[in-house]
């Protein structure tokens, strides 16, 4: 028999262990093997090179805190028993593990109005008829199904292990050290009421930190201008690469690649598919799939394809324009112009090159599924609402901004 | 002849160069060396063990931070001549200088009404005619006489090396981590427009963020409730000695100590007192007086100042209760009658023992000293208007807090 | 015109300057970004999750310690002029780009024979004459044909700056924190006597120190007996690969791939092979090819290959026993017999799957190309006579351990 | 009641549990908080300003690393009942306490003859007493009188927490990243064997490591030459002080430093003493007494005494040579006459000023209470025959230096 515990190095959070026999057996599933090849922040690395740290990691870390949190829920006088522990450990390690290469970034290049998450669900259901039932537990939490709503909360709220390990990792991979939070500090904050996640008075500071240090990582890290601009171009590469599948061609790419080219498949196909269906297909697919393809392209007799492969594979990315209005469709326009004129062979494909794309976020969602702070009185109050010094509507509201994206040179 | 080119080891900012001979020089001076026994968060460390560093180090490391900031500002195209560089290094080692025993913690109660800056300009003085004019471009620039302003709000601005320093450094030694700020990020957003410090507008993040971290610092490391009961029994005790003192008692206690005990010394006192003044006597003081002068209270006569002085020693530190809003009158003397019931002997002396506090910060301070945030367009806009997240009136408007404080067991 | 100068951060070694044009343009060429996909440790992130740096990284790293230890000589009085310091830090850039897929682990596997310094040395020349000559000198020094051989030895020695930064890059990703070093410590403590790169006697602990952590980053990551079996099984499962694409088959591969499969390319063939031979296919190879190959595999008709893809692309690893001395030859029998019987399919195959290997470190090599301790007497010594702690002769032994991998299950 | 769990900030470890009633009133009692005001490398500070770090955090961290050796064990299926780990942590808290100030620098020179270890012991026998026993175990334990013998080298041996705690701390505050080792990496190699503490086999390479960092740390940081020469200068100080006070006067001091100086206190009269004793008296002294003497000595009539006084306030260090071999008794004799020379009005003191000392270390002490590695067939082997790099008869050798000291300028 093989021993199940296992101690794993973490840069991050230091030694990390496998307590459960079950986790040890998802950890070692090729479903999570997988996760080994896909990047946590896809095109990240193109400016920020040491961040090539990859969803796996990021699972065992997520996993790492709960089991932080779950001591210090179980400290301050809750009962969490060892079914639920085990049952919340399995879901925080498979909870991204309907993750296709690149992750957010190609989240619906791919197939098309797919969430991961559907994509999660459906594997943890699939593992759950493999494992004979033993994640039942896990897939009531991962879906909000179970009373002890909090362990849902843990797993998946704005104040989730899952932020507080990628936040932290993301700071820790790419340098941007300002990103870096108190995970450890805010996890000893936790507490439960009424079923209910909340966080202790007296930890409202790290929880404004936690919300600037998110935003921040956001706009100097996941929407980075250049960053946008590589995953753009990769979207694009992939958008040609499809139409051209479409129109029949065998496109030089690796099978399981090949058939999400080539097919357009629905979260319903998905769900119908079966052992042998398209999700068999899907967890073939990692990052490596779209770089070694884009490599064969880059000598693809379509000149757009070609290009757009070339410019992803040398990082040769295009020239990024960045306002905080939207730019003018007579702008896009004349580099469209200009476009044409100096590479007339592309000149049907020129919105393949130039484009434009809003960038979004809201630092904070208040409402249903807001942070709430505990009062020493036993007020429960949103934080939003508590913090004095963040502004609430701000918090709340979408921050934009637009890119332009063109080609460097026009030789 | 001594090589004055010295590194220095730091665990916070790695390798410190000192590269001027005149600041070497200003290293070895005692002013300097006293320092060493001045702990940067005075009794901090009754709550966080591991701050015990000292305004020394803080000196060091903001000459470290000042130096990447001027080869920031040189690569962007600014002159800065040799002398002015050197100039705001002496400035910026000398800018505590005039910090007394435990810092802010007892700035008034020493020498009342006397600003640790009034001191540091007078030390710099004595100092400049010591070493022969060599300060006076220093006291210029740190007395904002020198037309370019930039070097003075270097080293005194809402946004200055010191700053950029302390938090950092005081986050490193609480290991309070979330109150980490990107000080060398910041750096390389700095700029300077028509002599003025400014941040360059991709830099508003990390400016956010470093607000948003002071204020989790002042909370949760400098007006700790703890730290600040610790801090105010150290303010009574010495309260209390400076009362029997002035009645004409010998305390024991150190020359110097003892001389600002019996004396109450005005800044203009300072000011005329010459090189043998109170001035000789003050630079004499560091924390290991006011320590060993408590150690040697604890068995005075005097019921009240035995008592305050086995309380610091000891860390038997009072209760507190904190509140939003004032504490009555009513629930204050309630505590003080307790207090002489419980023990008769200190009846007269209860306010030593019973006391409110109101503790406030302001995050930040619009207007003529504004952190200023330069747009691409050549805008400039102070932060707390370019900010999108920070609640303007929230980041101005000062936040209070009350402690009420007194004795925890009443045998 | 573009910019030329950047600033990249980097979690190891903080902000990394690229201060040279040269070097800029090295950095954005193809060849450089190629290193992006070949993980600098290969498989070691199977045993250490975080472990997932690149070569790419490795060589930004590399460079920004090499222009700490060209301005430390400077400041100690030696000349090194502009252009040779554009020239070293254009040898480090590029010192590894002859790197194929999975660095040192498949060095012999797709052109055996072939070392990655001598593809190295040719792309360097093919990039010269790419940049008119300008990495002539670069050469010169990467080939040791240079008088100033410390630049060399900066470069390439027991001492240099790759190894520099790798033990402590690999030391920080993989959370092996013993085995960091003092990288930066080390480099102060450099110097050059007779054009020679020498050690200050005061750094005599900080070397020994470096030997001691290289010789536990070998065995606990680089020859950990899992990185080991997980190479092995990488290694034996290409050598089967390239069996089956030598008899003729047309397997599923990049075409990149499939020319290293089907061909024995010689080190001769690569110099000859001109602008479109050998080389210019080696350069579409990276870590990504191997694995997409390796995922298509796991399905071939062929038992052994498939089995072998199946290994690597789920981590199911074979069983590792580990020896100070041989195995014997019947014991290894004795294993395969075991898989004829368990799997008579692969009968033919056994050797792929049981087998044994030595793995040996010689921690140090002294002679001609020692580590030389410059004394305050100006004598220089070797590090293994000056080091009174490290046993000379173990020092310059070979250690050595054998593995026997075999599979795990039996079914 | 209070409520007696606390955790603890360190910026060491991260967060500190205070697990037993026991050890937290320990904590809180005032032979515990004197520790704050005992630097832990004493004068280390003088060349590495960010070494403030107190006794205090150090017992802290040790009570840290204890528990999780004691959780370590018990998974690996050792019984420790909780009065054991209680005991254990009693002890480990407490080992230090018997420090005076300046730690090592002073051991001998307040009360001569009279080891740390010595004092430790009294004051916890005087605990015991006034905890009513419950210390019993903690100094069975400690005197190395208990059964479990490995309770014992937890706390005290080659390997112990003691030094896993103090060499990674002491690295992190000075800054020497290098002498930091893998405390936490060597506790899960721990075990025990009859009773004993080994470490596993594969912990080989971190021992090694362990100890040659142990070593670095002795010469880099401990016997800094610099280092060295202010302890020397501090120890003077206090001789001359002493040989003032014994001639009858009576010395600016505080009552417990006077009262040390006037007297020569033997171990057995510390052992007689009774509570009102000398041990009484030795527990009021802390660093500070030292310093604030220091002080008032630089105005005093004695010359040495005020010279040496304001060597050790101001930081005015004599000059050091340092030789492998011992200095000619010549060498310092000249040394001697041009002081005499120089400054006539101590030549009867020279010896104060000029004055040879041999500095030794020995890494590693083979024999009964060696650090025994466990080989997987259950063998026992001592680190030195273990390890093949470790030069074993360097290992167990006293490496010895000589530094002589005399003053700067002779004016």
Redesign the interface.
Known sequence: MTNKRK??????H??IAIAHPLVFDLL?H?YM?RL??IKQVALG?YV???A???R??HA?GALHLLSLAIDTLRLKGHTISPDEAEAAAAAILLHDVGHGPFSHALEHSLAEGVEHETLSRLLMHQLNAQFGGRLSLAIEIFEDRYHKRFLHQLISSQIDVDRLDYLKRDS???????G???S??II?MLNVVDDQLVVEAKGI??V??FL??R??MY??VYMHKTVVAAEQTLIQMLRRARAIAQEGEQLDA???LRFFLQNRITAHQFEQGGASGPLARFV?L????I??AA??WMSHPDVALAMLAQML???RLPAIDLKNIPFEAEQIEQHRRQLCVAQPAIAPHTDYFVFSKALSIR?YQPGNESIKILHNDGRLVDVAEAS?????G??S?E?KKYILCYPKRLV
């Open positions: 101690i794993i190095n973490d840069p991050v230091g030694f070692e090729p093997q080994r090849n690395h920020y090179p040491g090539t740290h990859s796996f990691q065992l820790f991979y790419t340098g941007v050290t300002e870096s939070i108190g450890e500090r000893k500071y790290s404004e930190k600037i240090a935003r921040l706009w100097q690796s099978p399981a073939l990692d990052d490596a799939d770089m070694v490599k064969q594979v040398h990082r630092a004095d010094i963040l502004s609430t701000a918090l509201n921050a």
